[in-house]
């Protein structure tokens, strides 16, 4: 059904491929010899995920003459912090891994922070694989090498910068998500038209419903935003600059996930920053910037394929907008005090605005969120 | 009485200086105010360096216009862990030091290789700056970009490689140490001779009375290591080949400190390298690789300035040969089972032996350490 797609990610000696398509599981065994000749791996999984998928990518390494080890660890955020980083490095030191060998991070964006971060240490750096099997590690996490685990300061300021030597986008896996965490991943491909490609945007807008269902459209969506990222993140590896644009809608829904205290009930990521999406776009027509109109097209899209594209649409309580704007201030991205921002003038047409004045956000907070 | 010294570390964009002389602490904060811009920075330290050193090093950046925080962990190995890890980490965080800020590390080889590891993933890397306060740390730990932490399953087997930008090594803190740990540092200081300097170890046997007493021989001394050191880190900076001479005397050594139980009241690193060092040029005798008398002159020198120069000397009983070669057989220098050595053709002419028989080793240490 789907094709297979592969998009080069150009970092210098650090490059590597991301393959896209139907079936990669059951080639993963090959594919992973052929391409870096390891002869052992270790699996880290989440307990979901291995109870659907894990024997089928241990039998494809077998067949191709890898011998694998499981570390499991539970599903969800609270993985994503020192303790389990400390279980999961132990565990691949344990299976006596050598540099050589391969860490596998097999899941969603937690297993795929949390294992690449554990690769990027032990051995003081083994070699490294993303299978991501959400839509949403797919299309983002999986992709540019950030890796990192929560702290009680923060999400992902414990980290490193550590590339894989290969992603396997399997397309198939996709089908056993939620609905709801389908769109979540969603809200990152829509993100990619939103900063600088308004034909993928306009294109979604056409073809969302093949994405959601399986076809051809779904591979496309896929390779053209581990393209869009790649490219990005071949301009800027470190985040000093550019990097920072696949932050749109993120500052506001940092700030929403904060508020919602990340439970997932409520909001999940995508969902947050479907929201923060359509903020940014109506706070830039607030700031004179772009048309009503793209705002309303942004929000017109998200709502129809079902995400949430407001702070009303989240359910339960939420604190004040002068609470929110606290949140937003403390969020990593600040530099030196000067708050800074991912704008727009228009579908596509994204850039990094500093010196926004938090009074003008405040304001424009107080009127979404009124008390 | 010393004169400064400037060392350069060339590795690309990773590059920094080495300065070592004396009263550098008193200069701390101007150098690292000119050289890296930094407005705020942490300073990692053990509680013993602290009560002799910490006021005038705070003092010194004040002067320099930069703000501290110190963060004190407690002496010895023991803090060399992920508890302590993630103590120092969100000591970091809490601070609010953004990525541009500097962390440094003001402390012997622990505190080098933990603040280092903190400062490569907190916010996925910060500013890191070395000021080593023992010979070990000024002539070997600090140099090089090697950070980590110890786990059960071996020491330095989490971390790393994280350059800083600057190092200071002041001297003349130097004369703080006892006895025992400056001749400890001083063993790591003659390896550069053994390695590939046979000059330069010429030059100690008739020098190492000024390097002890603090004379200009003792910043020459520790200018030349760093350069030996700087040199082969810059042929190899993640010790895929060359930087293993590094490691000349350091795989008898780790036994022998896993066989004392890392008690640093019988054995401390640098008399574990001693001893390993006597032994592997007494190994490549036996392997008709270097002759009696380089290996008897190694044995002198080392036991002229007091260290330890056989196994007979550590005191307190000792596992026997058997159990010396199953800890050689799990260091982490093993690749793919086989057995890789640094052996010698004689002094200054050490070379990386692969493939040394197990069966060879075993039979030495039966000789060296009888029943």
Redesign the interface.
């Known amino acids: 059904m789907s094709e297979q797609t592969t998009v080069p990610v150009k970092l210098g000696d650090r490059s590597y491929d991301i393959l896209i398509g139907a079936g990669l599981i059951e080639r993963a065994g090959q594919e992973i010899a052929g391409r870096t000749g390891a002869g052992r791996v270790a699996i880290v999984t989440d307990e979901n995920v291995a109870a659907l998928h894990l024997q089928r990518l241990a039998d494809s390494l077998k067949a191709g003459g890898i011998e694998s080890t499981p570390v499991l660890v539970a599903p969800g955020e609270k993985s994503k912090g ?1 303790a389990t ?2 279980t999961v ?2 565990a691949i ?2 299976a006596r891994l ?1 540099r050589g060998d391969i860490v596998i991070a097999f899941g969603g964006g937690v297993i795929g922070d949390l294992a690449g ?1 554990a690769a ?6 083994m070699g490294f694989v993303q299978i991501p099997t959400s839509l949403l590690a797919q299309v983002d996490s999986s992709v540019g090498g ?1 890796t ?1 685990i929560n ?4 999400k992902n ?5 550590y590339q894989p030597q290969l992603v396997l986008a399997d397309t198939d896996v996709l089908d056993t998500l939620s609905p709801r965490e389908f769109r979540a991943g969603y809200a990152e491909v829509a993100k990619y038209g939103l900063i600088d490609r308004p034909d993928f945007f306009a294109w979604l807008e056409t073809n969302w419903q093949g994405i959601f269902t399986g076809g051809p459209e779904r591979t496309r969506a896929i390779a053209v935003s581990c393209q869009s990222k790649a490219d990005v993140v071949a301009r800027d590896e ?1 985040e000093t600059g550019d990097r920072a644009l696949l932050n749109l809608g993120h500052t506001f829904g940092h700030a929403l996930e904060t508020a919602t205290h990340y439970d997932s009930a409520r909001l999940v990521h995508g969902e947050g920053v479907a929201i923060g999406m359509v903020l940014a776009h109506q706070f830039s027509v607030r700031m004179n910037l772009a048309s009503a109109d793209d705002a309303a097209r942004v929000e017109a899209h998200l709502r129809q394929v079902g995400l949430p594209v407001s702070i009303g649409d989240i359910p339960g309580a939420l604190p004040p907008a002068e609470a929110l704007m606290e949140y937003i201030a403390q969020d ?1 991205k ?3 005090g000067a708050l800074t921002f991912i704008l727009t003038r228009g579908i596509g047409r994204s850039f990094i605005a500093r010196d926004v004045p938090p009074s003008a956000v405040l304001s424009f907070l107080q009127e979404k969120h009124p008390k």
């Open positions: 020192f980083l400390e490095t132990n030191l344990a050598e971060f990027s240490i032990a051995r003081r750096g950030k990192g702290t009680a300061h923060g300021l414990v980290g490193a910068f470190r990593k600040v530099t030196r």
